[in-house]
């Protein structure tokens, strides 16, 4: 997922406290960054595989994952916007109230929303799979999703407001869905317009 268009992303409060990080830092000297694949590329539009085998080519994944996601100014990448066909994605992503929010998640499965959660928040959204482009879409302000580390262990991971945005974005991906997929015909096509009309800033996948 792209990081909000109107700011930059920032580690530090603007009074200079470091801000609260929840989660683990991925090693900064391990992985490789890897381009992004972009809208009509066909592995961003089928579900992706189960992960069944977590060993060091899983580990190995996550950390190009996270440095791709890095060099990409993301906020979280799934595996097949890299062209790799697992469930599986990052994030390095703050919430609403400023709290950054690090790790991964393999097999992802989004909750079914307790009731009186389903609060809509209609902020714009972005993807580094559709460059550029933003568009406002209603999504719940609030998403859990459990599934595994890269050890196989079990995990729930949840958050609320542009992290909860996250959540949904990413998990999406993994079953075949980008945001676009969600906009009304006519948000798509400009989402797609601004797309053809503007320059990613990272390395892209080009579509034969």
């Given at each position: 997922m792209a990081e909000h268009h109107d700011h930059e992303h920032d580690h530090e409060h603007q009074d200079g406290d470091v801000q609260r990080v929840v989660g683990e830092l991925p090693?900064?000297?391990k992985g490789t960054a890897r381009p992004i694949t972009v809208v009509g590329n066909p592995v961003?539009?089928?579900e992706t595989q189960t992960v069944t085998a977590f060993d060091d080519d899983l580990a190995a994944l996550v950390d190009d994952m996270f440095q791709s996601m890095y060099a990409a100014e993301g906020v979280g990448l799934a595996a097949n916007q890299i062209g790799v066909d697992l469930k599986v994605f990052v994030y390095d992503c703050p919430d609403d109230e400023g709290v950054r929010h690090v790790g991964h998640v393999v097999n992802p499965v989004l909750e079914e929303l307790?009731?009186?959660r389903r609060t809509l928040d209609d902020s714009q959204e972005g993807c580094l799979s559709v460059p550029t482009a933003y568009q406002e879409l209603a999504r719940p302000d609030?998403?859990?999703v459990t599934g595994?580390?890269?050890h196989g262990n079990p995990i729930r991971v949840e958050g609320?407001?542009?992290f909860a945005r996250c959540l949904q974005h990413e998990t999406d991906h993994l079953y075949g869905y980008l945001y676009i997929d969600r906009l009304s015909k006519r948000?798509?096509?400009s989402a797609l317009r601004q797309m053809a009309d503007g320059t990613p800033k990272?390395?892209?996948v080009p579509n034969d």
């Open positions: 090693d900064p000297g961003l539009h089928r307790p009731a009186g609030y998403a859990a595994q580390d890269k609320t407001g542009f948000d798509r096509k990272y390395a892209t």
